[in-house]
């Protein structure tokens, strides 16, 4: 069985998310958001990567999937959102998992089947593929489905040498 915990980065609300595979098979574990403490920006990082850090702990993952930061027209949100990616990066890295990085069409192709979907299009999906799990918020839904996506892109051992068997 593998673990995966994909992260959704976000400043205000980071999106966590975690699966189990056997075989073939995907199973919820948990799910939620972390959301960032105070008004300093460096206490905001420091928060996040806390509460990420005690996610990783409580659920031990073995692997870990992170949403890539897309460029938009402003700037210092951008670079913002990048330093919470940064935290969504380094907590794993520091429990010693490898990190698969995926852009978010990619995301959204995988498990919707549109490059362009949105929040409420994810959120369906993820509920039929994980039926019983009580998501948390929409933030946590794109987590789920970052975890997804690298399962299903070869990035957990487990679903993808299965997939690659069963169409062989």
């Known amino acids: 069985m593998t673990r995966v915990i994909g992260i959704d980065p976000g400043l205000r609300n980071l999106g966590w998310g975690v699966i189990e595979l056997s075989g073939s098979r995907i199973?919820?574990?948990?799910?939620?958001?972390?959301?960032?403490?105070?008004t300093e920006l460096s206490d905001r990082l420091l928060s996040l990567h806390e509460q990420l850090t005690a996610v990783v702990l409580k659920f031990a993952p073995d692997e870990a999937a992170v949403e890539q930061t897309f460029v938009n027209k402003d700037g210092?949100?951008?670079?913002?959102?990048?330093?919470?990616?940064g935290i969504a990066m380094l907590v794993p890295a520091q429990a010693?998992?490898?990190?698969?990085?995926y852009a978010p069409?990619?995301?959204?192709?995988?498990?919707?089947?549109?490059?362009?979907?949105?929040?409420?299009?994810?959120?369906?999906?993820?509920?039929?593929?994980?039926?019983?799990?009580?998501?948390?918020?929409?933030?946590?839904?794109?987590?789920?489905?970052?975890a997804i996506c690298h399962a299903h892109h070869g990035g957990a051992a487990g679903l993808g040498a299965a997939i690659a068997k069963a169409t062989a």
């Open 105 to 146: 069409n990619k995301i959204k192709k995988t498990v919707v089947g549109v490059g362009h979907a949105d929040k409420g299009q994810v959120l369906h999906m993820v509920r039929l593929q994980l039926p019983g799990a009580e998501i948390k918020s929409p933030d946590a839904a794109d987590a789920l489905a970052i």
């Open 27 to 38: 199973a919820h574990v948990a799910n939620g958001v972390c959301v960032s403490v105070g």
């Open 76 to 85: 210092a949100g951008t670079l913002k959102l990048g330093q919470a990616r």
């Open 96 to 101: 010693g998992l490898r990190v698969g990085e």
